[in-house]
């Protein structure tokens, strides 16, 4: 899980205002022989159908071409740039391939991975993962860093959709009705008002309390209230020194985990469990529990940390 940035929702809605000619990339070198390069059929759809739409491609320097720039002439490309080890990209990758199949081809997702096509990130200038961009008419639209949610997601391709002038509602791209008051809560978020997103995500629940988007929101506003003005590197240097602290590991944990760890964050406070008992080890299990609330349900992280939680604590 990232920290949703402040100023994420105003570069979002700024998104589409500059754009940057990609024809320098339409016949990329050939890599040094040292290069980490993935194999020239690596772009491959995936999971498509034989006779659907394509939605989701994965693609390296050789393909680039082909399936961005060229592509991008007739129909919208958003690109993921992303690595196996990033925790938030697993967060955000599957978000975007559901939409990417909810838009039924009238957009397409193109995957990149950084480690397999180093000259490929270098070139677009990728500082961070994930980063998103899109690529419409041949054109580079800045996107956003980081991991985002599901409603913000939704927002962002509807302005791919509107800018590269596909109807998102015809297109299908919107996907299922989404509350306003999701995207409101979410919005509130990204914007720094964790008062204002709480009260609307409690609402939702009070309203629906199963409902995982609103449960994932407040558990990131919970989360973000916690670390305020928290040192992180103090807060997981303390919890270090003091293993059976379980006040100082759990905020280690919540630094962690705000920080993109969220395997070294759940290991944390499983290695805490096996170590204390009582009410301690009840403190220590709730609040792995309400971490577990803040990233998918399906997540590998939470997944593996569930069954070890088992183990644990029988």
Same mark, same amino acid.
């Given at each position: 899980?990232?920290?949703?940035?402040?100023?994420?929702?105003?570069?979002?809605?700024?998104?589409?205002?500059?754009?940057?000619?990609?024809? !320098?990339?339409?016949?990329?070198?050939?890599?040094?022989?040292? $290069?980490?390069?993935?194999?020239?059929?690596?772009?491959?759809?995936?999971?498509?159908?034989?006779?659907?739409?394509?939605?989701?491609?994965?693609?390296?320097?050789?393909?680039?071409?082909?399936?961005?720039?060229?592509?991008?002439?007739?129909?919208?490309?958003?690109?993921?740039?992303?690595?196996?080890?990033?925790?938030?990209?697993?967060? #955000?990758?599957?978000? #975007?391939?559901?939409?990417?199949?909810?838009?039924?081809?009238?957009?397409?997702?193109?995957?990149?991975?950084?480690?397999?096509?180093?000259?490929?990130?270098?070139? #677009?200038?990728?500082?961070?993962?994930?980063?998103?961009?899109?690529?419409? &008419?041949?054109?580079?639209?800045?996107?956003?860093?980081?991991?985002?949610?599901?409603?913000?997601? &939704?927002?962002?391709?509807?302005?791919?959709?509107? $800018?590269?002038?596909?109807?998102? $509602?015809?297109?299908?791209?919107?996907?299922?009705?989404?509350?306003?008051? #999701?995207?409101?809560?979410?919005?509130?978020?990204?914007?720094?008002?964790?008062?204002?997103?709480?009260?609307?995500?409690?609402?939702?629940?009070?309203?629906?309390?199963?409902?995982?988007?609103? &449960?994932?929101?407040? !558990?990131?506003?919970?989360?973000?209230?916690?670390?305020?003005?928290?040192?992180?590197?103090?807060?997981?240097?303390?919890?270090?020194?003091?293993?059976?602290?379980?006040?100082?590991?759990?905020?280690?944990?919540?630094?962690?985990?705000?920080?993109?760890?969220?395997?070294?964050?759940?290991?944390?406070?499983?290695?805490?469990?096996?170590?204390?008992?009582?009410?301690?080890?009840?403190?220590?299990?709730?609040?792995?529990?309400?971490?577990?609330?803040?990233?998918?349900?399906?997540?590998?992280?939470?997944?593996?940390?569930?069954?070890?939680?088992?183990?644990?604590?029988?």
């Amino acid at each position: 899980m990232t920290r949703p940035d402040p100023r994420q929702a105003a570069a979002m809605s700024a998104a589409f205002s500059r754009a940057v000619d990609l024809s !320098a990339l339409a016949s990329p070198a050939p890599a040094d022989n040292g $290069a980490k390069t993935a194999a020239p059929d690596a772009g491959r759809h995936r999971a498509e159908p034989q006779d659907g739409p394509v939605t989701v491609i994965d693609a390296t320097e050789a393909t680039f071409q082909a399936e961005v720039i060229e592509r991008s002439m007739t129909t919208p490309v958003v690109i993921d740039f992303w690595a196996d080890w990033c925790q938030p990209c697993k967060k #955000l990758s599957p978000t #975007l391939e559901k939409l990417a199949a909810e838009g039924g081809g009238s957009w397409v997702l193109v995957k990149v991975d950084v480690d397999s096509n180093q000259r490929l990130a270098q070139a #677009l200038q990728i500082q961070s993962i994930p980063t998103v961009m899109a690529v419409i &008419r041949g054109q580079l639209m800045e996107g956003f860093q980081g991991a985002i949610g599901e409603a913000q997601a &939704r927002q962002f391709i509807q302005a791919v959709l509107q $800018a590269g002038g596909v109807d998102a $509602a015809q297109a299908g791209a919107a996907g299922p009705a989404v509350d306003p008051r #999701l995207e409101a809560a979410d919005e509130a978020m990204s914007a720094g008002d964790l008062s204002g997103a709480k009260a609307l995500y409690e609402q939702l629940l009070a309203e629906t309390p199963k409902d995982p988007l609103a &449960r994932s929101g407040l !558990a990131q506003v919970d989360l973000l209230e916690r670390i305020d003005g928290l040192d992180l590197a103090d807060a997981i240097a303390k919890a270090d020194a003091s293993p059976t602290d379980v006040a100082a590991q759990t905020a280690a944990a919540d630094a962690e985990l705000v920080q993109g760890q969220a395997e070294q964050a759940f290991a944390r406070l499983i290695a805490t469990i096996r170590k204390v008992a009582g009410d301690e080890r009840d403190a220590a299990r709730m609040h792995l529990l309400k971490l577990f609330e803040v990233a998918a349900p399906d997540d590998p992280a939470v997944v593996k940390a569930r069954r070890d939680l088992a183990s644990a604590l029988f």
